[in-house]
Antibody, heavy 114, light 116 residues
Framework: QVQLVQSGAEVKKPGASVKVSCKAS????????MHWVRQAPGQGLEWMGI????????SYAQKFQGRVTMTRDTSTSTVYMELSSLRSEDTAVYYC???????WGQGTLVTVSS | DVVMTQSPLSLPVTLGQPASISCRSS???????????LNWFQQRPGQSPRRLIY???NRDSGVPDRFSGSGSGTDFTLKISRVEAEDVGVYYC?????????????FGQGTRLEIK
């Protein structure tokens, strides 16, 4: 069955960067795009962008342009989301979700605090 | 960006009674291919979101048939025919018609369903 397993929680200082991983299994990794969605504490869902694991092409929400980088490693079936210049408002749970958003990772809590 | 507006934002329901959530989009969600990319998600407390319904009315595998989706254009509805305790959580609609960037995929604010 499809499984998306994300890396563990992170605590970062303002201005730092964070890189979250999402390891896929149970399907052909390069056949499905991967989305990243975040959720601030007690808030709703916010779409960040998408990566094509096959060629590595990306599309980012305008809000995150210049601060987010999504990459993939086909040898390990893993996608990565790196967010830079972190601020307190970036404190959230970050999810990866396979194309169509039918399958989600367990989420990674990123806390930004001085 | 397409704005998705859900109502109500809080929904207290008695066990066994029906529930209905409305979702309205600021633009028509009919895509050029004729499909309408409107999905519904359930997020139980402490869990990741789970897709229930895709393209307005198609239930995902394993989703109980008490959940149904309907609507067209800009007005959509998620109905639960008889609410059970396991249905407690937050429900989100999402549009996937108006993207890719610079237009983002957008979600509704969420509707919190609780047992009365």
């Amino acid at each position: 069955q499809v499984q998306l397993v994300q890396s563990g929680a992170e605590v970062k200082k303002p201005g730092a960067s964070v890189k979250v991983s999402c390891k896929a299994s149970g399907y052909t990794f390069t056949s499905y795009y991967m989305h990243w969605v975040r959720q601030a504490p007690g808030q709703g869902l916010e779409w960040m962008g998408i990566i094509n694991p096959s060629g590595g092409s990306t599309s980012y929400a305008q809000k995150f342009q210049g601060r987010v980088t999504m990459t993939r490693d086909t040898s390990t079936s893993t996608v990565y989301m790196e967010l830079s210049s972190l601020r307190s408002e970036d404190t959230a749970v970050y999810y990866c979700a396979r194309d169509g958003l039918a399958a989600w990772g367990q989420g990674t809590l990123v806390t930004v605090s001085s | 960006d397409v704005v998705m507006t859900q109502s109500p934002l809080s929904l207290p329901v008695t066990l066994g009674q029906p529930a209905s959530i409305s979702c309205r989009s600021s633009q028509s969600l009919v895509y050029s291919d004729g499909n309408t990319y409107l999905n519904w998600f359930q997020q139980r407390p402490g869990q990741s979101p789970r897709r229930l319904i895709y393209k307005v009315s198609n239930r995902d595998s394993g989703v109980p048939d008490r959940f149904s989706g309907s609507g067209s254009g800009t007005d959509f509805t998620l109905k639960i025919s008889r609410v059970e305790a396991e249905d407690v959580g937050v429900y989100y609609c999402m549009q996937g018609t108006h993207w890719p960037p610079p237009k983002p995929i957008t979600f509704g604010q969420g509707t919190r369903l609780e047992i009365k």
